[in-house]
């Protein structure tokens, strides 16, 4: 299995523009979760998915931040407008079943968000 | 709100020496506890999982425990090498996965 993938690796964008994100879970797993990793706040949860359904997004910090999964196999965090502050490294993980609770996380490798 | 403390932030220690990485939360309703290593500018990688009904997990130099009722976890890696060097995150999983901060591991060789 190639794991959970990314997209962009890097991305580097001007204020006010739209900056989307990409991630294709590990096939097979219904479970999908977005963070974010800043120095100053860790690893943060901003919204997960079961079976293809948002259940939490209570982490999006903002109305800017919007997540779909219009299947199993793909999934999309956007931002717009960015902003300089939303500069961070952006996580997509994915796990078997959130209700089993016997399965860990996979991480994907990120993608490095740079607002300038 | 499940609070996740790792100690200590940093440490640094020479070739071949043990590293004792510690781990502590504030709700003990877990459901399992996840080791990850994160190396600079790059992803998690899960090192070891513990479910909560377990008392230990190891993987070759690799050992984890969990207390549960103390909400404590504690990672140690054996004769330690270089290529160790990281920053190791401690994850509890109850209603959503809530890391710690991070221990950097500096080996010197």
Known sequence: DAGVIQSPRHEVTEMGQEVTLRCKPISGHNSLFWYRQTMMRGLELLIYFNNNVPIDDSGMPEDRFSAKMPNASFSTLKIQPSEPRDSAVYFCASSTSRVLSNYGYTFGSGTRLTVV | ?109
């Open chain 2, 1 to 109: 709100k499940q609070e996740v403390t790792q100690i200590p932030a940093a440490l640094s220690v020479p070739e071949g020496e043990n590293l004792v990485l510690n781990c502590s939360f504030t709700d003990s309703a877990i459901y399992n506890l996840q080791w990850f290593r994160q190396d600079p500018g790059k992803g998690l990688t899960s090192l070891l999982l513990i479910q909560s009904s377990q008392r230990e997990q190891t993987s070759g130099r690799l050992n984890a425990s969990l207390d549960k009722s103390s909400g404590r976890s504690t990672l140690y890696i054996a004769a330690s090498q270089p290529g160790d060097s990281a920053t190791y995150l401690c994850a509890v999983r109850a209603r959503e996965l809530s890391f710690g901060a991070g221990t950097t591991v500096t080996v010197r060789a």
